[in-house]
């Protein structure tokens, strides 16, 4: 079973942010937050990952509480082409004995609206 | 940079045969790939792991014997559905990962649909 808890779906306006929220309150010291989202009939595309620090790229910014139980994922200006599934996944990072295996959950639906 | 692309993107064939699905790494050496199954409005589900040259990892309730991994290359992985039935019939993904990286960069995928 995916170890996170994610709304099942949420709007946001284009040009606005769109904060997706996370809850991973069973996470272990060792285990990465991870954020890929997938667009209707592709493959997921990988976002963002952190271990404990807030993390940002070219495509969003990772903000994790300071307990880990929580993490939210930033997309600074939403557009309609980010309309997508959201999946926030924990995972061992792979400096241990685990394969790098990734449990999807159910995920967020994003809808950007015009 | 890492991409992973799938062949076929789609595939239609007749119940009781077998369909091949390639996955290849084109910019770096997938020391792990994995593969993955979506049904309609479902979320990805797990399948399999497998490491270049050893035998793949099975997550439970698959049947090894019906989905046969090889992943004889650093840049190749093949998933063939044996003796297909139309239950069958899903999107299929694979994903790959170097050494020493934590991060999975996801092929296209891969409908297939069983008559």
């Known amino acids: 079973d995916a170890k996170t808890t994610q709304p099942p779906s949420m709007d946001c306006a284009e040009g606005r942010a769109a904060n997706l929220p996370c809850n991973h309150s069973?996470?272990?010291?060792?285990?990465?937050v991870y954020w890929y989202r997938q667009i209707h009939s592709q493959g997921p595309q990988y976002i963002i990952h952190g271990l404990k620090n807030n993390e940002t790229n070219e495509m969003a910014s990772l903000i994790i509480t300071e307990d880990r139980k929580s993490s939210t994922l930033i997309l600074p200006h939403a557009t309609l082409r980010d309309t997508a599934v959201y999946y926030c996944i924990v995972s061992p990072g792979v400096g241990s004995s685990n394969t790098g295996k990734l449990i999807f959950g159910q995920g967020t639906t994003l809808q950007v609206k015009p | 940079g890492a991409v992973v692309s799938q062949h076929p993107s789609r595939v239609i064939c007749k119940s009781g045969t077998s369909v091949k699905i390639e996955c290849r790494s084109l910019?770096?050496?997938?020391?792990?790939m994995f593969w993955y199954r979506q049904f309609p409005k479902q979320s990805l589900m797990l399948m399999a792991t497998?490491?270049?040259?050893?035998?793949?990892?099975?997550e439970q309730g698959v049947e090894k014997d019906k989905f046969l991994i090889n992943h004889a290359s650093l840049t190749l992985s093949t998933l063939t559905v044996t003796s297909a039935h139309p239950e069958d019939s899903s999107f299929y993904i694979c994903?790959?990962?170097?050494?020493?990286?934590?991060?999975?960069?996801f092929g296209p995928g891969t409908r297939l649909t069983v008559l």
């Open positions: 994903s790959a990962r170097t050494a020493g990286t934590d991060t999975q960069y």
């Open positions: 497998s490491n270049e040259g050893s035998k793949a990892t099975y």
């Open positions: 910019d770096f050496q997938a020391t792990t």
């Open positions: 069973t996470i272990s010291g060792n285990e990465y």
